[in-house]
DNA sequence: CACCCGTGGGG
DNA sequence: TCCCCAAGGGT
């Protein structure tokens, strides 16, 4: 570390910068440590423009810790619905119950009480920490990766584990005393609008003559970081059931891939199997139905970060077997299917669907 | 540690 | 088109 031992002028060049260039984003109009929370959360793997009406609209319909604890899930679900990695805001409304019941409904403001809670990992803990307390905590999120490799031309892998505490360590490290909240938001808009990940605008940096990553020319080289896989292609089947101008539709299970999500019934597809048995595996297990596929309503592809579907959407009449309404298999009229929250893909089924109205 | 978990935009 | 990626966390 006593190389790192000059903390130079980075805090300074960097808190005058963002101070003076700093975008004016909803949730820094704020301090309430839950509506800055829910910002992080929401900006997990996501970006910026695409959070500000989701959060809007969020804190609008759950202005407080309270409102969200009580709300009905489905209710949560549907204003999450399309920003994806959906245990997110489930696991942001257990934390809120938690938060309701053993906190006094106030969020709690130091670092291990709030690791504690489901969804709160380093990142969120450290952000809403600084940001909304101004404890002088890190939060080390993949701009800071970025930016810090960049700096100190550190070329551990960042997707590996135990790479993170070296940059926590350094990222607390550089915090200027009291000053944590608009340093770790400068770090990350440094790398949002200016130290990004390709064809970095150097010239324009304020901390470039603190940038080893610059001077040595590697700065676009950096972070190092190990490729990801490809998504795996999966072939799916799904139907169309249709009662008049109602269709059926079933929700998924509260574990795994897009929970508690609505769909059309089915599911995947295996290698050796036909149209017909994917569909009565899934239908006849599932509601205990056999169907019949009159035609091809659609077909989707949609790619996951892990997975692609190629989803076959098919037109279907009941053989045998009697639905059996419950909880979590519904005959919903056309008109109403937007008060359901449906994962993308079969959001493409719906637009179809509702534009035969 | 390796893998799972979504989506939309940009180069 | 394809690939990368964006304020990560859980298991």
């Not at 551990?156 to 909240?181: C, H, N, S, V, Y």
Request: net charge negative.
């Amino acid at each position: 570390m006593s190389k790192l031992a000059t903390r130079d002028g980075i805090g300074s060049d960097l808190l005058d910068w963002y101070e003076a260039t700093k975008r004016d984003l909803p949730w820094r109009r704020t301090r309430d440590p839950y509506a800055i929370w829910v910002s992080e959360v929401m900006l997990q793997q996501t970006r910026v423009e695409t959070v500000i009406p989701y959060w809007e609209r969020f804190l609008e319909r759950f202005p407080t810790i309270e409102a969200l604890a009580d709300a009905p899930e489905p209710d949560v679900l549907k204003l999450w619905e399309g920003l994806g990695y959906y245990s997110r805001v489930r696991n942001l409304q257990k934390a809120a119950q938690v938060v309701k019941e053993r906190h006094h409904g106030i969020v709690p403001d130091n670092l291990d009480e709030m690791r504690a809670l489901p969804g709160v990992g380093p990142y969120t803990a450290g952000a809403v920490q600084s940001i909304a307390y101004d404890r002088d905590v890190p939060a080390v999120d993949g701009n800071v990766f970025r930016v810090l490799s960049r700096l100190y031309l550190i070329e551990d892998d960042i997707m590996k584990p135990k790479t993170r505490k070296i940059f926590e360590d350094l990222a607390e490290f550089l915090i200027p005393a009291g000053r944590a909240a608009a340093f770790n938001q400068g770090l990350m808009e440094l790398g949002a609008r200016v130290c990004v990940p390709k064809n970095p605008r150097c010239g324009t940096c304020p901390v470039q003559a603190h940038c080893k990553g610059f001077a040595e020319g590697v700065a676009e080289s950096l972070p190092v970081k190990e490729k990801k896989k490809p998504p795996r292609p999966v072939d799916m089947t799904a139907a169309i059931l249709r009662d008049g101008d109602r269709v059926l539709i079933r929700r998924r299970p509260d574990k795994g891939l897009l929970a508690s999500l609505w769909e059309f019934p089915g599911g995947e597809r295996l290698p050796d199997e036909t149209l017909e048995q994917s569909l009565t595996t899934h239908l006849c297990q599932d509601l205990g139905l056999t169907v019949e596929p009159l035609h091809l309503f659609a077909q989707v592809e949609h790619t996951f970060s892990h997975l692609h579907w190629n989803l076959r959407v098919y037109e279907c009449a009941v053989r045998s077997g009697q639905v059996r309404v419950a909880e979590d298999v519904q005959w919903v009229a056309l008109a109403d299917l937007e008060d359901f929250a449906f994962p993308v893909a079969h959001q493409k089924i719906v637009k179809q669907l509702v534009g035969l109205i």
